[in-house]
């Protein structure tokens, strides 16, 4: 089974913290540079949702997410 | 296309009247033609407006819109390229050479470690407040006080000096004064920082200002880097507080949820920044041809992007027009999109959720001192909208 997977750029990372703020379980800022640390590739359901949100908050698009097709069946 | 283009001459400068927190009826009324509009510059160029919440945030996050000063062409006059330092009005990479060593110093964790000081400033400035009144003047009392400090400290401007500052800067942010005083307290305000790069730099404290003093920035880039930090930091913050105390004093219903329910206050800020978007407009210049909702904006052209109208949008914010306190704001405007995203956004937020929540606990009565329409607001001129002051009263407890 394909899981969703979460990637971040920090060349593109501006280190506005809205990622840290959204999912604080799933990202936080590197305390030296400010800017994006990504917690867990594969985020457990319960903080799927707030991912999905950080990726749509983030005003750089360092965030990417990889979702599985919702259903092949 | 053949449909008819909404055309808005002038950026409206006026909000109806009993309206304070509604954006300009024109640009309402432009949005509702379409999110994007023709629009004359003051200068007298060509340009674009663009009031839909989409657009907007793409605007903002395509690399092809230039946020340099010297390229804005609104007139026919050259706009002079921005002093070192103040890089909101820069593109990569200079924005980036200032922007990077401050950001590991605004994140989300290093603010929140400011809590328990901030509690303290709001503590001390609510209990001034109460020794002096009822009624007070919120403004001078709470929304102003609260975010010189904390911006002051953090940068390492030296308590007595702080009136002064916030005083330059009330003159050069307001909107309402003539372009000689408005230079004359810029370089006052210039004069007063390399003076404190310069005391930094011989005596380092423990302060945002010191710690740049041992990058490769030149004292005049700090000085520019200062400025915007100050300047940024405090007068949007304020008149956040401020403006924003005025809409809840308006929402009765939404005031007595927020004193019900401390769980709401993080959402109430977010609300609030979405609804009253005192960061109203920016402008970015197209460095090539780009097609933008359907319509090619040359290069060279300078758009005007409404903040306050994206935010509005009822096809992004469901009843755009209501305030309301529980509903998911994530995702609003008000701190910009792109690279330049407010860097101190983690820092007015922790600034904010302390001093309304302290406000509410502190004042369970609080309510305007004078009807409504006698709350004397900002014009539209400045750069940032608000209130210039905002009488409140209160019961006294016997
Ligand atoms: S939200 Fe985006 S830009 Fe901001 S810190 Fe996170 S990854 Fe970086």
Same mark, same amino acid.
């Given at each position: 089974?394909?899981?969703?997977?979460?990637?971040?750029?920090?060349?593109?990372?501006?280190?506005?913290?809205?990622?840290?703020?959204?999912?604080?379980?799933?990202?936080?800022?590197?305390?030296?540079?400010?800017?994006?640390?990504?917690?867990?590739?594969?985020?457990?359901?319960?903080?799927?949702?707030?991912?999905?949100?950080?990726?749509?908050?983030?005003?750089?698009?360092?965030?990417?997410?990889?979702?599985?097709?919702?259903?092949?069946? | &296309?053949?449909?008819?283009?909404?055309?808005?001459?002038?950026?409206?400068?006026?909000?109806?009247?009993?309206?304070?927190?509604?954006?300009?009826?024109?640009?309402?009324?432009?949005?509702?033609?379409?999110?994007?509009?023709?629009?004359?510059?003051?200068?007298?160029?060509?340009?674009?407006?663009?009031?839909?919440?989409?657009?907007?945030?793409?605007?903002?996050?395509?690399?092809?819109?230039?946020?340099?000063?010297?390229?804005?062409?609104?007139?026919?006059?050259?706009?002079?390229?921005?002093?070192?330092?103040?890089?909101?009005?820069?593109?990569?990479?200079?924005?980036?050479?200032?922007?990077?060593?401050?950001?590991?110093?605004?994140?989300?964790?290093?603010?929140?470690?400011?809590?328990?000081?901030?509690?303290?400033?709001?503590?001390?400035?609510?209990?001034?407040?109460?020794?002096?009144?009822?009624?007070?003047?919120?403004?001078?009392?709470?929304?102003?006080?609260?975010?010189?400090?904390?911006?002051?400290?953090?940068?390492?401007?030296?308590?007595?000096?702080?009136?002064?500052?916030?005083?330059?800067?009330?003159?050069?942010?307001?909107?309402?004064?003539?372009?000689?005083?408005?230079?004359?307290?810029?370089?006052?305000?210039?004069?007063?920082?390399?003076?404190?790069?310069?005391?930094?730099?011989?005596?380092?404290?423990?302060?945002?200002?010191?710690?740049?003093?041992?990058?490769?920035?030149?004292?005049?880039?700090?000085?520019?880097?200062?400025?915007?930090?100050?300047?940024?930091?405090?007068?949007?913050?304020?008149?956040?507080?401020?403006?924003?105390?005025?809409?809840?004093?308006?929402?009765?219903?939404?005031?007595?949820?927020?004193?019900?329910?401390?769980?709401?206050?993080?959402?109430?800020?977010?609300?609030?920044?979405?609804?009253?978007?005192?960061?109203?407009?920016? &402008?970015?210049?197209?460095?090539?041809?780009?097609?933008?909702?359907?319509?090619?904006?040359?290069?060279?052209?300078?758009?005007?992007?409404?903040?306050?109208?994206?935010?509005?949008?009822?096809?992004?914010?469901?009843?755009?027009?209501?305030?309301?306190?529980?509903?998911?704001?994530?995702?609003?405007?008000?701190?910009?999109?792109?690279?330049?995203?407010?860097?101190?956004?983690?820092?007015?937020?922790?600034?904010?959720?302390?001093?309304?929540?302290?406000?509410?606990?502190?004042?369970?009565?609080?309510?305007?001192?004078?009807?409504?329409?006698?709350?004397?607001?900002?014009?539209?001129?400045?750069?940032?909208?608000?209130?210039?002051?905002?009488?409140?009263?209160?019961?006294?407890?016997?």
């Amino acid at each position: 089974m394909r899981t969703t997977r979460l990637r971040v750029d920090r060349e593109r990372c501006i280190g506005a913290g809205m990622c840290a703020l959204t999912a604080p379980e799933v990202f936080d800022q590197d305390p030296d540079d400010g800017l994006v640390l990504l917690l867990h590739a594969e985020p457990p359901t319960a903080h799927r949702a707030a991912a999905r949100m950080a990726v749509g908050v983030c005003p750089s698009g360092a965030i990417t997410l990889d979702e599985p097709e919702p259903t092949d069946s | &296309m053949g449909e008819s283009l909404h055309t808005v001459t002038t950026l409206p400068t006026t909000r109806r009247t009993g309206c304070p927190f509604d954006p300009p009826a024109e640009l309402i009324d432009a949005r509702r033609h379409g999110p994007i509009s023709r629009f004359t510059h003051v200068g007298g160029k060509p340009g674009w407006l663009i009031t839909g919440y989409d657009l907007v945030r793409s605007v903002l996050a395509d690399p092809r819109f230039s946020s340099r000063k010297e390229l804005l062409n609104v007139g026919d006059f050259e706009v002079p390229p921005p002093p070192p330092g103040e890089f909101l009005l820069m593109d990569e990479p200079q924005h980036g050479r200032y922007r990077k060593p401050l950001v590991g110093r605004f994140t989300v964790r290093r603010m929140r470690l400011l809590t328990e000081r901030i509690e303290q400033i709001t503590a001390d400035c609510l209990d001034a407040m109460e020794k002096a009144g009822p009624p007070v003047d919120l403004v001078s009392a709470f929304a102003k006080p609260i975010p010189t400090m904390v911006i002051c400290e953090l940068l390492g401007v030296p308590y007595e000096d702080r009136g002064s500052f916030q005083e330059q800067i009330d003159t050069f942010m307001g909107g309402e004064v003539s372009d000689e005083e408005l230079m004359a307290a810029y370089t006052a305000t210039q004069e007063y920082l390399a003076k404190l790069v310069a005391a930094k730099r011989a005596n380092p404290t423990d302060d945002v200002l010191s710690e740049l003093t041992d990058s490769d920035l030149t004292d005049e880039e700090l000085r520019g880097i200062s400025l915007i930090l100050l300047a940024a930091g405090f007068d949007t913050t304020a008149n956040m507080l401020s403006l924003g105390t005025f809409a809840l004093l308006q929402n009765p219903a939404q005031l007595a949820a927020l004193r019900a329910d401390p769980a709401l206050t993080d959402g109430a800020v977010e609300e609030l920044l979405r609804y009253l978007s005192v960061a109203k407009t920016f &402008m970015r210049t197209a460095l090539e041809d780009v097609e933008v909702g359907g319509r090619t904006i040359e290069a060279g052209t300078t758009v005007v992007l409404s903040y306050n109208t994206a935010n509005r949008d009822p096809e992004r914010f469901t009843d755009p027009h209501v305030l309301d306190i529980r509903r998911q704001s994530a995702g609003h405007l008000a701190f910009s999109h792109g690279i330049h995203q407010c860097l101190g956004q983690q820092l007015a937020r922790v600034e904010m959720r302390v001093a309304f929540r302290a406000l509410v606990d502190r004042f369970p009565t609080l309510r305007l001192a004078v009807p409504a329409e006698e709350v004397d607001l900002r014009p539209e001129t400045a750069d940032i909208y608000g209130v210039k002051s905002l009488p409140v009263t209160w019961d006294k407890e016997e």
